[in-house]
């Protein structure tokens, strides 16, 4: 289990934090706008407004010649009314002035043709000018306002997303990234397998990165590659963050993530930030639900709570209501708002921010959600939705720093991610998100809480470690795994594991590699099921985890054989009906699971329940909770603040048992049935119990 006490966003602060994106650079002609803006911020119980996140030809019109007045004034103006401010670098997009006299700030597509300025998030990470440009105008904003009274946190650059430039910079610097982890043209033809189709290199030269019209089929360039934009965004964050730190080194720094984002690895920005923050916009009101939305979202709130180790993370943006880049602009139904924000804190955000404060008038965002509307007043639905947010976040201060006592901790893996898609084999689509968030679903639905972990993540403090498809296995993890399980430790792990080294070249010998002895099994092969077809799993009489019922498989099955494991359950079907399908190996002190197909739902309620009694996980309301409703635990160690939230469209009624519970937000005390209404939601405290 992590730790339970954390450090507030901003120790100056100790409240959660409310607000959202603030462009008073769209509005200089509407001084009336702006002294109205403040007077609604206060209404609306916001407390905090991100500022200057696009605003780079408004803070530096023409090269050399800056303009601050604007900005030092909404800094005072905030500060005047007991606001705060989370200031932004504007590195996320350049004034035109800036692309047209150095083109090379601006990024090389795969196909080698260089983008014409527009639209943002398209700069090249590699460019010195553009690093120059950036530290400049950084130190400048910090001289200035690294003291300022409003300022909480530095929110560097938005959503880095552009680390894949193609330009002839960019390939230099890939080629230097190579020589450095591969030492020699030998060693990296060996780790690249490059012999096959004639591919041997002869001179780093001839290294390009993968192209559309060139090489895209060797895997490892293509996994070196995604690895160095990650590293390469890295290094221009840094540039970005060091004069932040010697102007201002109490102001603590972020970054706005993108959740499961797929090119960037963000355990590797994590260290070089003090608190993670991201923007979350669920599709609310989908057909498939919200449940199924409800328990998506949760996953990514809990990878960001565990990208610092358990510590409270920022909902740096949300919509108040729409999101209008998707298909279907789908307003959020009444409660829905209230839920989704609490869903964050109660997953270990301890701020609830929006992108946008106020409805920009044209362009591209001008039905995008906001807290203003162009009706310009507050008297909407939505302005009153966040007034509400705004009213329960204020009375929830106690929540601030606790964090999330985790027994369970889930690997989702960047590099395991975009090797394993990249395969040719065994099927297209691989489904890795789809697999852990089967695992995911039945711990949700159990209301017990889990850390997402990478695979190089300490796994000593938790009882039980799960990981989904782990096919590409890194130096060190199998010997951790081991280490972890021979200690007491639970471990599963399933099909298709164990097949590549960090190379991406195949473990010789069997699979899964490294990880066959601590499993006691190999796999001999895979079969790949087609859409729509199935096989049988059936349990194996008196198996020990007392599971009765018989599951489907879909998708991916392997035919393993069982050495030193037992044998749980077996296939029903096919030529490899009777042929192990669960399997338990004991290892020390602890036991390590093998699933060897994708298996159903019932399969994971099952499995996860015998798990759960066997280990004795802590879950955050004893006894079964109605379906969609879901109950997520925060607790400082003396309190345990405990979110109960119904993703259902109707009423819900849970048990609460007879214990007496502090209800945070209608006062009194409560016990036994409660019933929620559609959407509902409720923060209950009681003395901890983690
Ligand atoms: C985010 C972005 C914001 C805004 C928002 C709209 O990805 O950071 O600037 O575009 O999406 O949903
Ligand atoms: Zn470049």
């Known amino acids: 289990m992590p730790p339970l006490r954390h450090p507030l966003i901003n120790s100056r602060y100790p409240h959660l934090l409310h607000g959202g994106d603030y462009n008073p650079d769209q509005w200089p002609l509407r001084p009336d706008i702006l002294a109205e803006d403040i007077r609604l911020m206060k209404q609306a119980g916001c407390n905090t407004l991100s500022v200057g996140i696009f605003a780079w030809a408004t803070l530096e019109p023409e090269e050399g010649r800056f303009e601050f007045e604007w900005l030092d004034r909404t800094m005072d103006d905030l500060a005047k009314a007991g606001l705060h401010a989370i200031l932004a670098t504007p590195s996320g ?24 300025f527009g639209l943002r998030h398209n700069h090249c990470p590699t460019s010195p000018v553009y690093r120059e440009k950036c530290a400049q105008i950084n130190s400048l904003l910090a001289e200035r306002y690294g003291k300022h009274p409003a300022l909480l946190v530095w929110h560097v650059s938005n959503e880095y997303s552009s680390g894949y430039c193609h330009c002839p910079l960019c390939q230099e610097a890939f080629r230097d990234w190579l020589r450095r982890r591969h030492g020699t043209l030998e060693a990296l033809n060996q780790a690249w397998w490059t012999t096959f189709w004639s591919h041997t290199y002869t001179d780093w030269s001839q290294i390009e990165s993968p192209a559309p019209h060139g090489e895209h089929f060797l895997h490892a360039l293509n996994l070196d590659w995604r690895r160095f934009a990650t590293d390469q965004t890295v290094d221009f964050m840094k540039n970005e963050i060091a004069p932040l730190r010697a102007h201002s080194p109490e102001i603590p720094v972020t970054t706005n993530l993108m959740g499961f984002f797929y090119d960037l690895n963000p355990w590797k920005l994590a260290p070089e930030l003090d608190v993670i923050s991201w923007d979350s916009y669920p599709d609310w009101g989908a057909p498939q639900g919200d449940v199924a939305v409800g328990f998506r979202t949760a996953f990514a709130h809990d990878l960001n709570r565990s990208l610092k180790g358990g510590r409270p993370f920022m909902l740096m943006e949300s919509t108040p209501s ?22 964050a804190v109660a997953h270990g955000a301890d701020t609830v921010q929006y992108f946008q404060w106020r409805k920009s008038r044209g362009a591209s965002e001008k039905f995008h959600g906001a807290v203003v509307d162009h009706v310009g007043h507050e008297h909407t639905r939505v302005f009153k939705d966040v007034a509400e947010v705004g009213g329960v976040l204020a009375k929830l201060d106690a929540v601030a720093g606790s964090g999330v006592p985790a027994e369970i901790a889930l690997v989702f893996d960047w590099e395991n991610r975009w090797a394993l898609d990249d395969a040719q084999g065994p099927r297209k689509s691989k489904g890795y998100e789809d697999a852990c968030h089967a695992h995911y679903h039945a711990f949700w639905k159990r209301g017990l809480p889990v850390d997402v972990l990478h695979m190089d993540g300490d796994f000593s403090s938790y009882r039980l470690v799960v990981a989904p498809m782990l096919y590409l296995v890194r130096p060190g993890v199998a010997e951790r795994l081991e280490a972890f399980v021979e200690a007491g430790g639970t471990l599963v792990v399933t099909y298709w594991s164990g097949i590549v080294d960090a190379n991406d070249l195949c473990f010789l010998g069997g699979f899964p590699g490294p990880l066959r002895r601590l499993l006691g099994i190999w796999a001999e092969e895979i079969d790949a099921l087609h859409d729509g077809e199935t096989n049988r799993v059936l349990p194996s009489a008196g198996n020990r985890l007392g599971l009765a019922r018989h599951y489907e498989a879909r998708e991916l099955c392997d035919l393993i054989h069982a050495e030193s494991a037992g044998v749980l359950a077996t296939y029903g079907q096919d030529f490899y009906a009777g042929r192990p399908a669960l399997t338990e190996n004991r290892f020390g002190k602890g036991r390590a699971y093998y699933v060897a197909a994708r298996l159903d739902a019932n399969f994971h309620e099952d499995f996860t329940g015998a798990l759960a009694t066997e280990l004795g996980l802590r879950s955050a309301l004893p006894g079964t909770l109605p379906e969609g409703l879901s109950v997520q635990i925060r607790s400082d160690g003396t309190h345990d603040f405990l979110f109960l939230m119904n993703f259902l469209p109707h009423e819900n009624t849970v048990d609460l048992g007879t214990e007496t519970l502090e209800d945070l937000l209608g006062g009194g005390a409560l016990r036994g049935p409660l019933t929620l209404p559609g959407f509902g939601c409720r923060v209950l405290r009681r003395l901890s119990t983690s």
């Not at 350049?94 to 795969?110: D, I, N, T």
């Not at 998707?326 to 609490?342: E, T």
């Open 93 to 116: 997009a350049r004034p035109h002035w800036m692309a047209q006299k150095y083109p090379e700030v601006l990024s090389v597509e795969p196909n080698r043709t260089r983008r014409l």
């Open 322 to 343: 729409v999101v209008n880049w998707r298909d279907v602009a789908k307003l959020k139904r009444p409660g829905m708002h209230l839920l989704s924000s609490l869903q």
